[in-house]
């Protein structure tokens, strides 16, 4: 049975990237090795991390005023290495769930942490609005899809201080004004690429704005000055993101891919809503166009064990939500067909029929 792959994390990938990936793990090339077995310092590899780069650069039309690397660790890294660069005295940090409060609680270590605003209080089922941002943060912090909660920020907000954004699950899938932002980072398993590595898209100014001594590694000097190549970058996880960056180009690049994401996004979102067994989670206007949170309507809570086992037969896969918010979770990643949502889609439809006949 095809299966429909709505994991939230690590999760779906183009099919050509599984090829290609395959292929290079046989022979890389036509070098008659292994990608996984080459080094780093190879003129066959230095051209696919220089290629991702330039991918990124161009799909998301990155300034020439920023720097962008690849770097181990995945995002929970960044947590403490953003603050340990950039945290003098406060920053700033939207609290939105899960990986913010992570972020923030590292932070801490560091210096000190204002909360400019939070969604807790609904258990962050919504994206604050209008809060005020303090002139005297050293960095203001926001994760602009929650992966957990399925809410995501529909605009790239205007920061008075430097804006550091965690896009580990929306890298991509949208337009993005790159310019309002300080950093940009994110781990790349969620919408790039095999857990492993994570991309920093860093406007360069920050460079000279690291406020401690660091260790090596964890200053951001290092990984611009060396291309990614201070040590041994995620070689594997780097080729993948390649074959995807090289996917979404030729689909017609980010607007295209924000297009279908949209229309994905609305079949199921519309079904959520007209399905009398099911409902939303997330406020209208928040509502995450990569992970796409619900739960069973009022009245009908106790079928939900047995709509995720009605889902599972028919082939659905990773749709148990989150045990923070209950239910369930599709994550709709770029990768994902749109076949897949019209499965799900069907299968809802068909259990309805079978629930309330
Ligand atoms: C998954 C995720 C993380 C954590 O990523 P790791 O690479 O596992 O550390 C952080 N932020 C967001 C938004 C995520 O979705």
Redesign the pocket.
Same mark, same amino acid.
Do not use: F, L
């Given at each position: 049975m095809k299966k429909h792959n709505f994991s939230a &994390?690590p999760s779906i990938l183009p099919q050509v990237a599984y090829e290609n990936a395959a292929k290079a793990i046989m022979d890389f090339n036509g070098t008659g090795l292994s990608i996984l077995s080459i080094s780093h310092r190879t003129k066959d590899f230095e051209q696919v991390l220089n290629s991702a780069q330039e991918l990124m650069r161009e799909l998301l039309a990155i300034p020439d005023n920023y720097s962008i690397y690849f770097v181990g660790g #995945?995002?929970? !890294?960044q947590f403490f290495h953003l603050p340990a660069n950039f945290l003098g005295t406060k920053a700033g940090y939207v609290n939105t769930g899960v990986?913010t409060k992570k972020a923030i609680k590292e932070a801490k270590l560091y210096g000190e942490v204002q909360v400019v605003a939070s969604s807790e209080d609904k258990n962050f089922s919504y994206i604050p609005k209008g809060f005020e941002i303090p002139a005297d943060l050293d960095y203001l912090y926001i994760?602009t +899809? +929650? !992966?957990i909660y399925g809410t995501e920020y529909k605009c790239d907000i205007d920061s008075p201080v430097p804006l550091i954004a965690?896009m580990?699950?929306d890298i991509l899938s949208r337009p993005v004004d790159v310019s309002k932002y300080a950093l940009i980072y #994110? &781990?790349a398993?969620?919408n790039l690429a095999p857990?492993g590595v994570?991309f920093v898209i860093i406007r360069n100014d920050m460079l000279d704005k690291v406020v401690r001594p660091l260790p090596t590694m964890m200053n951001v000097n290092t990984h611009v000055e060396n291309n990614s190549m201070f040590n041994t970058p995620p070689v594997f996880p780097i080729f993948v993101m390649n074959e995807t960056l090289k996917w979404i180009k030729s689909i017609g690049g980010v607007e295209q891919m924000y297009k279908i994401n949209l229309e994905k996004a609305q079949l199921l979102y519309d079904e959520i809503e007209r399905n009398s067994l099911f409902r939303p989670t997330v406020a209208a206007e928040d509502r995450s166009l990569m992970n796409i949170c619900f739960v069973m309507s009022e009245g009908n809570e106790e079928l939900a064990p047995e709509f995720l086992e009605f889902a599972t037969q028919r082939g659905m896969v990773g749709i148990k939500g989150h045990r923070l918010v209950g239910g369930f979770r599709a994550s709709c990643y770029n990768a994902l067909p749109k076949e897949s949502v019209e499965a799900l889609v069907a299968c809802m439809q068909e259990f309805e029929q079978l629930k309330t006949k």
């Open positions: &994390g #995945g995002a929970s !890294t990986w994760c +899809n +929650n !992966t965690d580990s699950s #994110g &781990g398993q969620k857990a994570s």
